[in-house]
């Protein structure tokens, strides 16, 4: 995954472009002719296989003035197909308006193809097909995209807690395929190892023992919903790795990205 910025220019007289976020394997690039909120976007498919249903996230420019506010946006295939879009803005200029809108959606590609898209911010969007839906409870965190479902416990640490789904395609996943929380774990060598041998290349090299730092409840972990609507949600875990004696080495901040209709 790659990213590259392109800072709007307020005095251009020329049109808008940038090169956004690289999501699986695609490129989605951003173009608007200078004082129109109307946005151009390209979407190239680099990933060397056909996509559906691939999320794709991407930063578009506008210049100061142009964009007020947008807490909607229509994306539409050049023949008129509409896509499930959500926006946000990330960034504003000195006078308020809008600078950076950042756009998630899905799409359908071909191996090696390109999708010509419209952005009309402001107009209403299509709904995805397979909507995330997030329960933020006292307990856990749930994510439920359709094809998996995922809880994330607020008094335990779990990358996931458990995991369910949809084994038998009837839409609802029902069957758990993960029973054990995830652990993440790190262990620390204070004493250097020796030199490896030919005969013991494949294991641990000699060295001191080994101390052991967790994510757990000593840790303060904590989960909590970061951004959330039907087409994406992300789930902040931090806290940190702590020993048996709740010493603490590292302070983590892990997110996961949920996305509609995707396991």
Not at 60 to 69: K, T
Not at 201 to 213: H, I, K, M, Q, V
């Amino acid at each position: 995954m790659a990213e590259k910025h392109v800072q709007p220019d307020s005095k251009s007289k020329g049109p808008l472009a940038a090169a956004a976020l690289i999501c699986s394997g695609m490129a989605f690039s951003a173009q608007c002719a200078w004082g129109q909120a109307e946005v151009g976007i390209t979407v190239r498919n680099y990933s060397g296989t056909s996509l559906s249903g691939s999320p794709v996230r991407g930063g578009v420019p506008f210049a100061r003035g142009v964009l007020r506010e947008c807490s909607q946006a229509r994306l539409q295939v050049k023949d008129g197909l509409e896509l499930p879009c959500r926006v946000r803005p990330i960034a504003r200029w000195h006078d308020g308006s809008v600078k950076w809108l950042l756009v998630d959606t899905q799409v359908d590609i071909a191996r090696d193809g390109e999708l010509k898209l419209s952005l009309s911010p402001g107009k209403p969007s299509a709904a995805p097909k397979r909507p995330v839906v997030v329960q933020d409870t006292a307990d856990a965190v749930v994510v439920d995209t359709g094809p998996a479902r995922f809880q994330f416990p607020k008094k335990t640490f779990g990358l996931p807690g458990a995991a369910w789904a949809d084994l038998d395609g009837d839409g609802r996943a029902e069957t758990q395929v993960m029973v054990q929380p995830g652990e993440f774990v790190c262990e620390v060598e204070h004493q250097p190892p020796g030199p490896p041998t030919e005969e013991n290349w494949l294991r641990d090299a000699a060295g001191g023992p080994r101390e052991t730092f967790r994510a757990g409840p000593a840790g303060d972990c904590k989960a909590e919903v970061e951004s959330a609507d039907d087409l994406h949600a992300v789930i902040k875990l931090s806290g940190w790795l702590v020993n048996g004696q709740g010493r603490k080495l590292i302070q983590y901040v892990i997110r996961v990205h949920a996305y509609a209709g995707q396991p």
